[in-house]
Structures are given as structure tokens and as C-alpha cells.
């Protein structure tokens, strides 16, 4: 049952006079909607919650002043597609929801650079860059719905961070709401700037932790010329991973260099056929870009080496839509996987690439000593694991099995000289594993810069701070 999760009506009310009545939820359904995310994580019933949709910086403002003074927590959200509960009211709180704050205030081609607010969705600020012949390059799976502000709270990247970078690479200046109200900007309008200490990417990652976002500078790259797709299969998990060091080795640079195995590549293919080769082991998802005489010369040279470290087929894309064909199976792939247990659990862990097959070898023993379907797929150009896992979480012993499997993932991880996270964050779901990959000082430094920032914690408690 759930209990009464809605806070009193002198709260309500102070709330509506800042946002409107038709931007807050206080009903305990549309409150629930909101009270979970990919993570499984939810709150403590017990607490209350309600939902706010800011539509200006100076309402968050007058929100956050207001919950300060009553010591209420402050969780900003975006479209909750993250994996790590880091936008989970675990303590209850203020819900700021961001998709009402969606404008692309600017793009500006001469200076390489767009101003957006949170809510906008990666999918469309790419489009409207496309339009001026420009790229934002960070690409979540999910960027037909992600949002700007959750990419800047988890620095995520997705599968062009090879490449490219992920989203701390590409962010110049944010406007943020500081724990007290005050609103204030981290950097400059200027593509370099040494002045002062970085607190730009010091809010980065910080998952919400420090203060909110409410509007962000972002550097815009031209366009590439042009791109194409190649779908290289093998029969061992072991010779994809020696292809990737190949690649390397001859300096080659691949926007994106993707690994399937087996399980997802079956998995993909019966959720939504897109005539993928099911006996091979393993699959490197390789994209080219750039002008178009060097995407010749590299789909050649690529498409050579994969021969050279043991390809067992090579699926080259001859035109856009064989290319978009591609992708979509590709981002497919998590929702493919739901079709295997009522749940799906995505991880995020990081190893340096050498240790991608090692990393790879040590999930599929986890998976079989614990008795869990797993799937391995990730971003094995940086070297960031995705494995997902298919399970049902209403069975109690299938829950306990795999917290154990995933403390030994992360142990495994922290083993081969890897961490926790490339880009889903910490949340709560990996805050108590931080002492696997940071020391005792590093993380009390971390605190007490939160207390700096946040003295009465109402930014977002529960997490990994």
C-alpha cells in the first residue's frame, strides 16, 4: 500500500504560489509515476514527495530558497532513464521536474555553440544543430527521450565517446540554482578560460548533488561529412576484442566501436528482426565518419584488418537506411532484453581496454554460478561493459543472487584496474561499493566539498555523497 506520500498543505500551497497550480502533482498517483526510475530503486513511503514543473531559473530559485529554509531535499529529474537511482526521492523531497524548462534558447555558428535549458532532449538538440551543419556529439541509446540535464548530471557519453568524448568535453558554461537559491554561472562564454578554479566540471557528474542546472553553454563541432556502417561478426569473443587492438594499432579512429555477443545478437533478432547473423560469437558495430575520401579509405583499411584478426563476415551498410537499420538493432537491445524476465537490470562498469576480454570472461562465470540471464554488450572502444541482466525481482532469492553478483562485478572491475561507472553514475544503487575504487581521503575530500556547496544536504541526499 502506499502511504501517505504528499506533504501538508501549507507547503502545497507555498509551492503553487511559485509554479502555478497546474505545475505541481499532489496526488499520490501522478506523485508514484515519479518515485522510481530504471534503476528499480524507490523511496521510502513514509516520506512525503511531491512533483514541481519549474518553467523559469527564477522559479527553481524561489523553490530551492523555500526548501531551504524548511530543510526539505531537492531532487531534480529529467526523463528518469538512468540506471543508477540517481534521481530517486530515497529521503522524499521536492521532485524538480525539468520538462517544462525544454527551450534551445540559441545556436550560434560562429562561435561553435548552443545555450539550451535541462529539458531539452538530446535527439532534437542534434537536429537543430544538423540544420546549421553542426554536431553534438555525446549519443545515448535512449537520445530520442534523455535529456540535456541528465547528460550534464552523469557526464554520459554513449557510444561515440571514443571518438568524441562524452558530455564534460563539450560543456562551457552552466548556469546553476545553489543550495541557498543564488544564481550563479560556472564558466564563461569563451571556448578556453583558466580563470579561477573549474567549477564547471567540478557540477559535471555530480548527479544533482552540488546545485541545479538551469541552463547550459555547449560547444558544437561541424558536421561530419559523411558516415557509413560496418557490421563485423566473429566466432570468438576473444578475436573481436584483439580486432579493437588492431584498429588501434594502425591508427585508425572509428566514431563508435560497439561489441554484441551472442545472447544480445539472438536476443535483438527475435524482439525485432533485422537479419543479424545468430551462430556468431560476438559482433564489433564499427562507424566511419568524417570527408568522404577518408571514409573510403577507412572502411577499406578497417574492413581489411577485421579480415586480418579473423572476421567471420563483414556487413557493410551500401546506403542511409542500411545504416539506420543497423543502429536501430543496436539501440534495441535493452528492450530486447525485457522480453527474457520481468525485469532488466543494465550495468556500467569500466576496465581498461586490455582487460575488456577478461572483464567479459569474468561476467559469463558470474552469470553461471549465480544462475542469472546475462547479456554482454558496451562501448568497447573506451572500454565501458554494459551487461544486461534479465530477472524477476518480485523473487527474493533471484534479488539476493544478484546483489551478490554485482558486488563481485564491481570487485571484478576495481580488480583489472577498471571503476564503477563510464556514464550511468553512482545514485544509491553503487554508493556503498565507492570504497572499492576510492580511498578513504579522496572520498572525505569529496565530502566536504558537498558541505561547502550544501551544507543542510537537501540537494539530492541519499546518493553517493
Known sequence: MIKDITYDRKTITALKNIVGEKNIITDKEGIYAYTFDCSHTQQDYGKPVTVVFPETTKQVSSIIKFASQYNIPVIPRGAGTNHAGGCVPVCGGIILHFSKMNKIIDINPGDLTCRVQPGVVIGDLQKAAAKFGLYYPPDPSNLAVSTIGGGIALSSGGPRTFKYGTVKDYVIDLEIVMPDGAILHTGSNTAKNVTGLNLTQLIVGSEGTLAVVTE?????????????????????LENAVNTVTSLLNNHLVPAVIDLIDKKTINTIEDFMPAGLLCDKEAALLIEIDGDSASVDFQMKKVNDLCLECGAA??????????????????????????KLAPNVITEDVVVPRSKISQLAAGIEKLAEKYGIITLIMGHIGDGNIHPNFALDLRDSAARIRFEQLKKELFELAASLGGTLSGEHGIGCQKAGYLNLVLSGETYGLMKKIKNVFDPKNIMNPGKFL
Open 313 to 338: 563476415n563483414i556487413i557493410c551498410a551500401r546506403n542511409i537506411e542500411e545504416q539506420e537499420k543497423i543502429w536501430t538493432a543496436r539501440r534495441s537491445a535493452f528492450a530486447a532484453c525485457a
Open 216 to 236: 547550459a553553454l555547449l560547444r558544437l563541432i561541424p558536421q561530419p561529412e559523411c558516415k557509413n556502417v560496418l557490421l563485423v561478426y566473429f566466432n570468438s
